[in-house]
């Protein structure tokens, strides 16, 4: 399955994966797209495809680069690492948080109910990822150092990264 010939209609989570996972195989519809920013840049993404139904996009990840905790709203998603591999992590209430390696060649499927954290691994990784419906919104999160979530509503625009204060920090002065 490639972006050529997706049904019309929205795409359930492994259906998503069959289409990352063939993507994935088929470079000339993307390799042009790979880059690595600078130290001082964020990841590289490039939108490859976007209709009523489906968004699909390359992401180009160093070590350091961290989506902080989010959601994907009303939207299902698959990601195929096609070079390098990922760290994702799953939040645990009163636990560790579950942290899965994903290596080149390997790939996963989520609901729009899934919260994870995607980073880096240890060397310059590529992905594909498709959602959907398309992202529109996407719940981006703090979680305290006791525990405590927040969600921030957020463009599918907005770069993901953690969330700069977290909830047990002391509060800021508000001037009106």
Not at 118 to 139: C, D, F, N
Not at 143 to 171: F, K, N, Q
């Given at each position: ?114 919260i994870h ?23 981006q999160y ?35």
């Open positions: 399955m490639s972006w050529t010939g997706l049904p019309e209609r929205a795409l359930d989570r492994r259906e998503l994966q069959r289409l990352v996972d063939d993507l994935a195989g088929r470079p000339e519809l993307w390799k042009e797209h790979v880059g690595f920013p600078d130290s001082e840049g964020g990841r590289h993404y490039a939108s490859l495809y976007r209709d009523a139904y489906v968004d699909i996009w390359l992401l180009c990840w160093r070590p350091e680069d961290d989506t902080g905790w989010h959601d994907h709203d009303i939207s299902s998603g698959a990601v195929h690492v096609v070079e390098g591999a990922l760290r994702e992590c799953n939040p645990r209430i009163g636990g560790e948080h579950l942290e899965t390696v994903v290596s080149d060649g390997e790939s996963f499927s989520f609901g729009p109910d899934h954290r995607l980073t880096g691994a240890l060397e310059q990784s590529v992905s594909i990822h498709a959602y959907s419906p398309p992202l529109w919104r996407m719940g703090s979680i305290s150092t006791t525990g405590v979530m927040r969600r921030t509503s957020v463009s599918y625009a907005d770069e993901l990264r953690p969330l700069d204060e977290p909830l047990d920090a002391p509060p800021r002065e508000h001037v009106a």
